[in-house]
T-cell receptor, first 109, second 114 residues
Framework: QKEVEQDPGPLSVPEGAIVSLNCTYSNSAFQYFMWYRQYSRKGPELLMYTYSSGNKEDGRFTAQVDKSSKYISLFIRDSQPSDSATYLCAMMGNNDMRFGAGTRLTVKP | KAGVTQTPRYLIKTRGQQVTLSCSPISGHRSVSWYQQTPGQGLQFLFEYFSETQRNKGNFPGRFSGRQFSNSRSEMNVSTLELGDSALYLC?????????????FGPGTRLTVL
């Protein structure tokens, strides 16, 4: 079993849709949870950062962490064509950092 | 303010050689982290330096090493290159560390090992 599991997609949605991206993990030592967005041929961009369990909202983006279920989510509301990118989850703890495989999202106008 | 810069942007080496990559963080940032990205393995954490000290290290062989200078610039070295080392090498800088909400990635160095 991989340390972090993320559905690679691809995921295609119409503009305005709500997008749900998810990751599961196995290492209970992870305490810091991040979501990155990566456009083609670019470096990743940190989108959301959460420490421990809970929700965090930033504009159209909401990150949720459920440590008891070892499950994290990123929701994108009112998705836009400019949201088309690969989204990677990441988690860190006990000097270890792991990434999901990335989900490729396409938002169609 | 200037972003994270990485040099060179592209590099071609042959098996057995060694390579040094450079990363200049955003001014004022004291943490530099390095990552390897490949189509097969995805994004993997190599190591993190903070104020010239290695703070965290991923699961990579000892052929991968790094250092950080007093001006926070960092270098990564890979010795005895293997074909599987072909990848995009990314560095990221932040004020306090990779586990914070301020982390900025550079454009990466594309390494090809022939």
């Amino acid at each position: 079993q991989k340390e972090v599991e993320q559905d690679p997609g691809p995921l295609s949605v119409p503009e305005g849709a709500i997008v749900s991206l998810n990751c599961t993990y196995s290492n209970s030592a992870f305490q810091y949870f991040m979501w990155y967005r990566q456009y083609s041929r670019k470096g990743p961009e940190l989108l959301m950062y959460t420490y421990s369990s809970g929700n965090k909202e930033d504009g159209r983006f909401t990150a949720q962490v459920d440590k008891s279920s070892k499950y994290i989510s990123l929701f994108i509301r009112d998705s836009q064509p400019s949201d088309s990118a690969t989204y990677l989850c990441a988690m860190m703890g006990n000097n270890d950092m792991r990434f999901g495989a990335g989900t490729r999202l396409t938002v169609k106008p | 303010k200037a972003g994270v810069t990485q040099t060179p942007r592209y590099l071609i080496k042959t098996r057995g050689q060694q390579v040094t990559l450079s990363c200049s963080p955003i001014s004022g940032h004291r943490s530099v982290s390095w990552y390897q990205q490949t189509p097969g393995q995805g994004l993997q954490f190599l190591f993190e330096y903070f104020s010239e000290t290695q703070r965290n290290k991923g699961n990579f062989p000892g052929r991968f090493s790094g250092r950080q200078f007093s001006n926070s610039r960092s270098e990564m070295n890979v010795s005895t290159l293997e074909l599987g080392d072909s990848a995009l090498y990314l560095c990221a800088s932040s004020l306090q560390g990779a586990n914070t909400d301020t982390q900025y990635f550079g454009p990466g160095t594309r390494l090809t090992v022939l």
